[in-house]
């Protein structure tokens, strides 16, 4: 991959490329919707990802190309910069402002990116193109910043820079991946640990809803007010920080402050998917992987009923599932409102699985959905 791109590398520029880079995306075993309410999540980051081949220049200007998309950029330095249109560029632009805004000499640079992350899929491609961009910035200008720092840099890109409310899950998790280890993060603290993902004859299955992801952002945002509406009503029985910091029953005893069944559903939801994490810690850490697909299960009826995120693309998805004998569990994976869903299925049934499975989404949904394993990859490095 690193020869080829460093081939169309030289078409584009006419020089030699000097660094390459590359940043997976990620999926989430379970934890949905509750990063941003200060709960625990459990990512892990995957085998396909975004690559950056790049060059510094004399000319003071950031050239953009990317593989993937016909729209190019040529951007002088400046010192700071704002989003222009929704091109893709503007991810890398909005991580070369934050460097910019804290104090960091940049010079020009030739860039190419290219990504076979499914784009706008729910595996954060918008966080490998900008936690792969910092990386490399840091490599380049030899600036002390952490992958942890990056994570967060990412993220305020996307919250000022690109407007999506989201939390830390993502960005963290493509900076922080380990290959075979599924993360458990606290996103109130940032404390984390790596967990075996040890699934004994089960696989990882992705499976791309291929459903346009529209109005996602604005529904997730929507999302992000209504926790915050939540947790400012049930503030007035219960002392707590945050969402996640009200368990089971703390959350019964005061439910009834809430008073709007809306916001209570997307409340119940984010409490018991809190709790769902810490009850897939202990079935993983005791090699429970069939209780491990019953909580991936629940997640999923959750995300359907209480919070509202999935639609009848997913759950056609985890309604064969539960249907097949070789499937022990399957949820939507990332924000929702199509994207993919990810299922544990018995390794040498994949196949069977996969066919079966395109069979019955393409007679209900109408189209074919994309069915690949996945590997648990590391997460953002420099391809030497
Ligand atoms: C998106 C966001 C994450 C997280 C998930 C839902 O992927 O970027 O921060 O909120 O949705 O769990």
Redesign the pocket.
Known sequence: MKEELGKKFREHFGKEPEFSFFCPGRV?LI??????NGGK?MPCAISLGTYLVISRNTDKVFRFRCLNFPETANIHLQSSYSKTGKEWFNYPLGVINEFLKEGYTLSGLDVLYYGNLPIGA?L?SS?SIEVLTAYALKTIFGIDISNKDIALLGKRV?NEFIG?N?????QFAVAMGKEHKAILLNCDTLEYEYLPFETGDYILVIINSNKQRALADSK?NERFAECGKALKLLKKGVHAENLCAIDTNMFENNRSLINDPVLEKRALHVVSENERVKESQKALSAGQVKRFGELMYASHQSLQDLYEVSGKELDTIVEFSKMYDGCIGARMT??GFGGCAIALVKKDQFDDFAGKLTTYYTQKIGYAPGVFASAIGDGVRELN
């Open positions: 989430n934890g949905e919707h509750i990063d941003y999540v729910g954060s966080a996307e999506v989201s939390g830390i899950m993502d997730y990332g924000a």
